[in-house]
Nanobody, 119 residues
């Protein structure tokens, strides 16, 4: 079994910063693509950022220049540094990982962490 555990969410004022973490554990041979989605109340889930096994990153236009995704393969952890936060960034943030467990690759999801941007 593979688990993804997120941390780092909370309440922050507009213009502030938060750093989300997502740690993977379990029967993991290696981690391939890692990324983040978010879902605001009453809205569809929105892709936020992705980082490949080789370190290539991509971002949604809505967060480009403000958010940075990174990974630490030794810790099996992906991070999302969020700067200059806006009220519209308020959402539950979910990490995901494409995990290689042997001959198969499967996508796993974290439980979600709430980020609220409000004064």
């Amino acid at each position: 079994q593979v688990q993804l555990v997120e941390s780092g969410g909370g309440l922050v004022q507009p213009g502030g910063s938060l750093r989300l973490s997502c740690a993977a554990s379990g029967s993991i041979l290696s981690l391939n693509v890692l990324g983040w989605y978010r879902q605001a109340p009453g809205k569809q889930r929105e892709w936020v950022a992705v980082i490949t096994g080789g370190g290539t990153t991509k971002y949604a236009d809505s967060v480009k220049g403000r958010f940075t995704i990174s990974r630490d393969n030794t810790k099996k952890t992906v991070y999302l540094q969020m700067n200059r936060l806006k009220p519209e960034d308020t959402a539950v943030y979910y990490c995901y990982a494409d995990v290689i467990t042997g001959v198969t690759t499967s996508r796993y999801w974290g439980q979600g962490t709430q980020v609220t941007v409000s004064s």
